[in-house]
């Protein structure tokens, strides 16, 4: 095995959590962001490429990526900007509906990017990846991690809100679909996106010819899974839900780390998993996402990261 480290992509905001209209909580924020502080709590070597503002919000979100093992060097700071807010309203069932507060026209991230090697997977989603302001980054990632060799885990995460802006970001979710090596998304990408809820066919007309392994989620259906070996789906324990603000991000950061358990450290050793192991990858995204489901965190408790380490293979 030659892994190396987990890089994630994205962009940082401060969650303040709602229910009945009343703030519940305020915790740092973002879909890479939550997988990686899971992932830096369960030892994984890691770093962030993000963007903060210059303000007292960006400090606490740099001090928390420090503070869970996540390297910050690559944690742009731009001078005299905000950073971003996110309200989440929790529903009767309590999933989030959410309104965001953020100075898109101000993002800005130089081309100064890490390393990236073979055994390396970079992790990267959500408006980030198509934002036209740092657009010049990810693909600069992108490219870095292709050539490396690297894994490349895009998730979709597309928001009802961007659906007037879909037409002008649709090439660019179709060229991170085609340089990575697993895309995973919900249903409600995939009936935002491509007007279906049929995963199968999400599968063969819009995701096979870009990308070879797919990852399809609904909420607490079956996690289904498409590769050009198999196809398969993996039934959820139930559970009793207090938030699913990082129920995804966090199904990301288990089957990230699956991978560094199992040795699976470069496009080719995924494309030869077998149906035995890959079940073993979707069944560490489970337990991590229903971990976060469980409380008002975006990411697993140091409790529960002391116990994944101690787990044997």
């Known amino acids: 095995m030659n892994y190396n480290k987990v890089i994630g992509l994205g962009e940082t ?23 990686i502080i899971s992932l830096g709590r369960c030892g994984a070597p890691c770093l962030m490429c993000s ?8 400090s606490i979100v740099t001090r928390f990526l420090a503070a869970n093992g996540v390297q910050t060097d690559y944690v742009y700071r731009h001078p005299g900007t905000q950073s971003h807010i996110s309200l989440a309203f929790l529903n009767e069932r309590n ?22 090697n073979a055994g390396d997977i970079l992790l990267f989603g959500s408006y980030f990846a198509v934002n036209p302001m740092v ?3 990810v693909c600069a990632m992108l490219e870095r991690a292709n050539a490396a060799q690297a894994l490349i885990y895009y998730d ?6 961007h659906l007037p802006d879909l037409p002008e970001m649709m090439p660019r979710i179709t060229h991170n679909m085609q340089m990575a ?10 009936q935002l996106l491509f007007g279906s809820d049929n995963p199968d066919e999400v599968y063969e007309k819009h995701i096979a010819p870009l990308c070879d392994t797919f990852i399809y989620t609904d909420a607490d259906q079956p996690v289904r899974v498409f590769t050009p070996r198999f196809r398969t789906q993996y039934a959820a324990k139930p559970i009793q839900t207090v938030s699913t603000i990082g129920a995804g991000d966090n199904f990301n950061a288990g089957f990230c780390y699956a991978l560094t358990r199992c040795g699976i450290d470069s496009p080719q050793a995924l494309s030869q998993t077998d149906e035995k192991t890959f079940a073993k990858l979707i069944s560490y995204g489970q337990c991590f996402s229903s971990h976060v489901c469980q409380s008002l965190d975006n990411y697993v408790s140091t409790d529960f990261a002391k116990e994944i380490k101690e787990l044997k293979n």
């Open 13 to 35: 905001v401060y969650d303040i959590i709602f229910r009945n209209d009343q703030p519940l909580k305020a915790v740092p924020g973002g879909s890479a962001f939550n997988a």
């Open 51 to 58: 963007e903060v503002g210059d303000d007292r919000v960006g």
């Open 95 to 116: 999933d989030a509906e959410y309104q965001f507060y953020k100075m898109h026209d101000a993002l800005s991230m130089p081309l100064d990017m890490p390393e990236v």
């Open 135 to 137: 657009r010049h980054y």
């Open 156 to 161: 979709v995460n597309f928001r009802r809100s």
């Open 181 to 190: 090596t697993v895309v995973r998304g919900s249903r409600e990408d995939f």
